[in-house]
């Protein structure tokens, strides 16, 4: 027995007792704090777009979800739920649900951006930055380039490369206010400032198109020559800018 105490050393049994014991103290804190209510909610925007959902909206989703925030236990609360309601919202491209160390409920939200508006008959929606429908908001009305005519599932691709590039290109971005899609899909382009026709053609060499359309106005500007004083202007020919009077 002796032996085998001396075998034992103390300052291992000490290390093994602090152990322990830290072990101890961690679970009952975790306990303590699992048990603990939520203290607040925080909604934070990330990302360019913070118009079209508003803080109260994402209020609303919560306490649909959760009746008196002061009052429910973390335990209780299901994260993955509530962030899924908040992706119900068609206007929120993303979000993340979660709890801070402190007791506060955290929803972080990322918001669609708008490239272009539709308009279809009495149909009116935007399309988003992935080509694909999103609904309008109550909160905010974004200015960018109005579609009318022929909009669907098999061009609205399409449309979102002609819409990729007149918002990327500051020249366009002030030139180009409407797209109008006419039967068999030929296209016409409206201006800003000018009342002229203009036939973009089928969507086909899109980005050429609107270069030609691009050096043609800069070079009008440049030599003083009148847009209004033509009734037509002609970028199917992907060669050449036809004008008409």
């Not at 925080?42 to 008196?68: L, M």
């Amino acid at each position: 027995m002796k032996k085998l105490l001396k075998k034992i050393k103390w300052s291992d049994v000490r290390i093994v007792l602090m152990l322990a014991a830290l072990l101890f103290l961690y679970s009952f804190s975790n306990k303590r704090s699992e048990n603990r209510n939520l203290k607040a909610l925080d909604i934070v925007f990330k990302g360019e777009e913070t118009h079209f959902v508003t803080s109260g909206d994402i209020e609303n989703i919560v306490n649909n979800n959760i009746t008196n925030i002061s009052y429910i236990n973390r335990m209780l609360l299901d994260l993955n739920k509530l962030e899924q309601n908040v992706l119900k919202n068609r206007l929120i491209k993303s979000a993340e649900v979660y709890l801070t160390v402190d007791g506060i409920l955290t929803v972080e939200v990322i918001q669609k951006k708008a490239i272009g508006r539709v308009l279809n008959g009495e149909e009116s929606y935007y399309l988003d930055e992935n080509g694909e429908r999103m609904p309008l908001s109550a909160n905010y009305t974004e200015r960018v380039v109005l579609i009318e005519g022929n909009v669907n599932e098999n061009n609205q691709q399409k449309i979102k490369k002609i819409l990729d590039i007149v918002n990327n290109d500051e020249f366009l971005k002030k030139e180009i206010t409407g797209i109008s899609i006419q039967p068999k899909e030929t296209i016409y382009l409206k201006t800003r400032l000018n009342q002229v026709e203009i036939l973009f053609g089928q969507f086909n060499e899109i980005e050429r198109k609107l270069m030609n359309y691009k050096a043609f106005v800069q070079y009008a500007m440049k030599e003083n020559i009148e847009l209004d004083s033509y009734k037509k202007i002609n970028l199917k020919f992907t060669q050449q800018v036809v004008c008409s009077k």
